[in-house]
């Protein structure tokens, strides 16, 4: 949880690259070809190259074809892969591709006039899509991909420049992708219908459509459509979309909603909660029984479960050594008295050194069965999300709604992304939330070990102040998440985080700012969201470490609400 550390050049790039980011261009004109040549790579490496020898063409993961870029960066090399194309002056092009990995990003240099970039730190393919426009006396281009410092290896696929004709060949247009096959019905809910489909090759997105009229686009192979009435059947048909058209829609599936439900999950956490992490190891904190939680939270997380040698599926060990004796028996005494004091205890997921990866249906099945476990065994309430090294959007969600559909309707889900998962409804983080919004509870943004990020204005903000917590907050609370199911979590001091620390007033300002838009800083969000949820903090142990000061004033300020 605490201790991810953002370096200033990151950040600045990370603020620089958000900043270029632009919606996805329309399809290109009949005219217009694709100037890059062996985009896809199944040529291997022809054509391009590589810094520092980083990139190699591997057979899987692909987005399309038989081969896509690997490239590793390592020291302080970045691994770009680039390509000169040529092109036409004083003309406008598209520039695109498919990538995954920790902050991959796309960019185009050499054009004349302004030279962009895009970037993304989806885990999944993810398409990046930018348009940049030629000089008077520009004749190529520059096409680039890279990584970043200190990152793993990231993957890129069918790169495109669509455009006028450079004279410098490309590989063909594409042409109109097939018809997709499989669509079934993978979860229902109350008020929602989710649904799956295999992948067409060539496609670069998906419609949805519910009755006959299009509702959604997606670019993965799995959506959920919202918004429906209960106990009603719903038709839904699919079709593929590239730059060369839409396919035919595919065969129409019925799903049914569920007979009755709430909007989100939970079932009996207050409407204005603190959750608080708990830790199940010593590193210098207060060592602490669940008994000793300070009352003011709501939520306490137990932080962390552990990956086992089985793909997807967790443990939990209690450190009783490390908790100077803590016994299995107390610890479930202890939670069963914590929640007939009406608090939900949770099992965390993650953490800064958490490795575990839910990435295909086995990996969800076994996570939702294992997390369902160790509710049975320890009576976990529910589960967090605390997923620190990336996250698949599809697969954590169907794992979220199988555990849903074991535990039923008083499962408790809370989320802790950092500050870059949640800058845009694109990122993986943003997706599985709103994805299983009906039955997810809060999610509470790590406000801290963070870098400057854009608020909901497009201004830049760094973190400390009432700004950074507000504008960022206001992303999520203008991107589709319900008041209740936003929290802002903050260190409980300056040994909880290594940057980040802000004083309890300015917590409550924030609060305050955003809820009742009184005590703002220079932000002032366009409307005010009084059903927020609240707060959370890392550690309890470091609260109480510092004389449970945090809990003390944040906690009576978010009940207050």
Known sequence: MPGRRWAGALAAAVTASVLSLTGLAGQAQAADINNVKNGGFEAGLSNWTCSAGSGTTVSSPVHGGSAALKATPAGQDYAQCSQSVAVKPNSTYTLSAWVQGSYTYLGVTGTGTTDVSTWTPNTTWTQLTTTFTTGASTTSVAVWSHGWYGQP???????????????????????????????????????????????????????????????????????????????????????A??????????????????????????????????TGYWQNFNNGATVQKISAVQSQYDIIAVAFADATSTPGAVSFTLDSAGLGGYTVDQFKADIKAKQAAGKKVIISIGGQNGTISVSDSTSATNFANSVYSLMQTYGFDGVDIDLENGLNATYMSQALRSLSAKAGSSLVITMAPQTIDMQSTSNSYFQTALNIKDILTVVNMQYYNSGSMLGCDGKVYSQGSVDFLTALACIQLEGGLAPSQVGLGLPASTSGAGSGYVSPTIVNNALDCLTKATNCGSFKPSRTYPGLRGAMTWSTNWDASAGNAWSNAVGPHVHAL
């Open 153 to 239: 290896a990231y993957f890129a696929d069918d790169f495109s420049v669509f455009g006028p004709d450079g004279g410098g060949g490309g590989d063909p247009a594409p042409t109109v992708p097939a018809t997709p096959a499989g669509l079934a019905v993978s979860g229902t809910t109350s008020s929602s219908v989710s649904l799956a489909w295999n992948t067409v090759s060539g496609a670069t997105g998906y419609n949805i459509y519910q009755g006959g009229s299009k509702v959604q686009a997606v670019t993965g192979t799995s959506a959920t459509v919202s918004g429906l009435a209960a106990s009603t059947a719903y038709s839904f048909q699919v079709s």
């Open 241 to 274: 979309t590239n730059a060369a058209g839409e396919s035919a829609k595919s065969s129409a599936v019925t799903g049914t909603t569920a007979a009755s439900g709430g909007g989100g999950g939970g079932g009996t956490v207050p409407a204005h909660a603190v």
